[in-house]
């Protein structure tokens, strides 16, 4: 019987990692602190202390703990298979040895001065950590552990964010040198202790006096609390070997069968099996990579959840799709993977950095040169591929001046994203940047080939900004940077509009005014797009290269 549902299990697990990783930022900043003195650590100490250590701050922190301590045995226990990834295995693998290293250090800080009634400070803590090797090296070790662990798990919950990327260098930055200064400051900190600390009042005989009445206390609550935890770790793979209340086959399409327990997800048994499946988001539903088309057995199945129900809306999925890693099927079940790690490659694929894809805002810039077949059908097929050249150089020249990328050529078209490492307003001003440079760029091929043209060039380009799904897509050599979803989609249809209206340039307005840049005085549309409900407010621009006169000055 399930008490919690499965949202609330994953919010509980996710909040007491974000109190505990908050914790942990400020005790390693307080670490830090040895690289100025050990004064200031202990300056340091006593302000978060007025948080951490307070009644109120001791019960938030500690219940954060043991809470995120059994969400990660329920997680262990609910997982059916430890086939799994290897960030996954050394996110559980660090989080589950962590308390064994740690129980030392909370014996000594918080346990001891209860006892003795005498402060644990950053001097006192620093030379009984110090006055043995062994115990300097676990504690750098758990340090190390810790942060890897709450790294780990804020990548994972990250990873898929349509921010990340925008912070990703940053962050990256960051987890690699709070560590560092946090060990740093650590040697630092027990480096700059007088020799004789302890032999001339440092501790000062009561606290000498008092830890040494209470240490076998101590020993037997380090020991309580090692029995406690080894004892739930056990337990709870103790309770994964039991035998469960039954079995179930998974059946795929190759006929390969996973026959697992019943509890198991699809994408569970796919893993328990050693079958390839896709899963870009790692299991936790929030993407739609693993998903299955069930094409037998999915009377009787439990329905979709709430995250699962989210994502398969917003695909549009028919009522025989689910995602492997939600679906815990109760009895036999045929299935088809729709993306086919075997035969797609796309177990391949998406261990390369970001080929999975993942959602940005972008804006993105369609052209294409108007009546090229008939301006060039007289012409010979080297002096086309030429000039073809040239007018590829000048679009890739704008494009990428102006902060975007080429998506691809197609024939005598170009597709251009913007706002891969920009913030989504600064995208919307660099696509209308790009779209001036080009206008002014094909008048300045027509000058160049005048004598040569019946006829000059002319551009049609459309531009529009929203989500889109950017990453590597493709087969063998042929995979690249890509992007797909209806902001692409509409750009196409707008560039398309421009040559309907004889006009070189059709924006959105939505473009126009996360730019910040006022169009007014060329025609407003609002236009009906197949595929689109409501109209799309639209610019139509004769002369693309008039609004440089708008634009802010270039640097």
């Known amino acids: 019987m399930t008490i919690l549902s499965a949202d609330i299990r994953k919010k509980a697990h996710l909040i007491s990692g974000a109190v505990l990783g908050s914790f942990v930022l400020c005790h390693f900043f307080n670490h830090s602190l040895g690289l100025i003195s050990v004064g200031a650590m202990e300056a340091g100490r006593r302000t978060l202390g007025l948080l951490w250590q307070s009644a109120p701050g001791t019960v ?11 969400m990660a045995l329920d997680s262990l ?12 295995a050394l996110k559980i693998v660090f989080g589950l040895s962590l308390p064994f290293l740690l129980i030392p250090h909370v ?8 006892l003795t009634g005498i402060g644990a400070d950053y001097p006192m803590v620093l030379r009984g950590l110090w006055s043995h ?7 750098s070790i758990a340090l190390l552990l810790v942060w890897g662990h709450a790294c780990l798990g804020a990548w994972f919950w990250m990873r898929g964010r349509s921010w990340f990327p925008r912070y990703e260098i940053l962050l990256y930055t960051i987890a690699i040198l709070v560590p560092i200064f946090a060990l740093f400051g650590f040697v630092s900190g027990a480096r700059s202790l007088p020799p004789v600390y302890a032999e001339h009042g440092a501790y000062g005989d009561l606290a000498t006096v008092g830890r040494a009445r209470i240490g076998p206390i101590a020993a037997n609550v380090r020991l309580a609390l090692y029995a406690g935890f080894a004892g739930l770790v056990g337990g709870t793979l103790a309770l994964r070997a039991l035998p469960s209340r039954g079995r179930i086959r998974v059946r795929y399409p190759d006929g390969r069968v996973a026959a697992v327990s019943l509890g198991f997800s699809v994408l569970e048994a796919s893993r328990a099996a050693g079958i390839p499946h896709a899963s870009v988001c790692g299991g936790r539903g929030r993407c739609s990579t693993c998903r299955v088309r069930v094409i037998q057995g999915l009377e009787g199945q439990p329905g979709p959840g709430a995250a699962e129900l989210a994502t398969l809306t917003r695909i549009g999925a028919p009522n025989n799709v689910r995602l492997a890693c939600q679906f815990r099927p109760v009895h036999n079940v045929t299935v088809v993977p729709i993306l086919d790690s075997d035969s797609l490659g796309t177990k391949t694929q998406l261990a390369r950095h970001n080929g999975g894809g993942r959602e940005r805002r972008v804006a993105v810039l369609f052209c294409d040169l108007r009546d090229f077949t ?11 591929v030429f000039l073809l050249n040239r007018y590829f150089e000048m679009v890739g020249e704008a494009v990428e001046g102006s902060g975007g990328v080429i998506d691809k050529f197609i024939g005598d078209g170009a597709l251009a994203i913007f706002g891969l490492k920009s913030t989504f307003e600064e995208a919307c001003l660099q696509s209308l940047t790009a779209a001036a440079r080009l206008a002014a760029g094909i008048r300045a091929l027509n000058q160049t080939f005048a004598a040569e043209l ?29 992007a797909v979803g209806d902001t692409i989609n ?30 007014e005085g060329n025609r407003r549309l609002d236009i009906s797009l197949r595929g689109r409900q409501a109209t799309l407010e639209t610019w139509m621009v004769e002369n693309a290269a008039e609004i440089s006169k708008v634009l802010p000055a270039q640097d």
């Open 374 to 384: 008939r301006i060039t059908e007289h012409r010979l097929p080297f002096d086309t």
């Open 490 to 519: 509409t750009a196409s249809r707008l560039e398309g509009l421009a040559k309907e209206h004889d006009c070189e340039l059709a924006v959105s307005v939505e473009l126009a005014d996360r730019a910040g840049i006022s169009l």
């Open 77 to 88: 226990y609910r997982r059916q298979t430890l086939r799994m990834p290897v960030g996954e």
């Open 133 to 139: 090797a062994y115990n300097a090296s676990r504690q």
């Open 107 to 114: 014996v000594m800080t918080r346990v001891e001065p209860i």
């Open 60 to 70: 938030f922190l500690y219940g954060a703990l043991l809470l995120h301590f059994l």
């Open 454 to 482: 019946e006829q000059p060039l002319r551009l049609a380009i459309g531009l529009h900004a929203g989500p889109a799904i950017v990453g590597e897509m493709g087969y063998g050599r042929a995979t690249a940077l890509t």
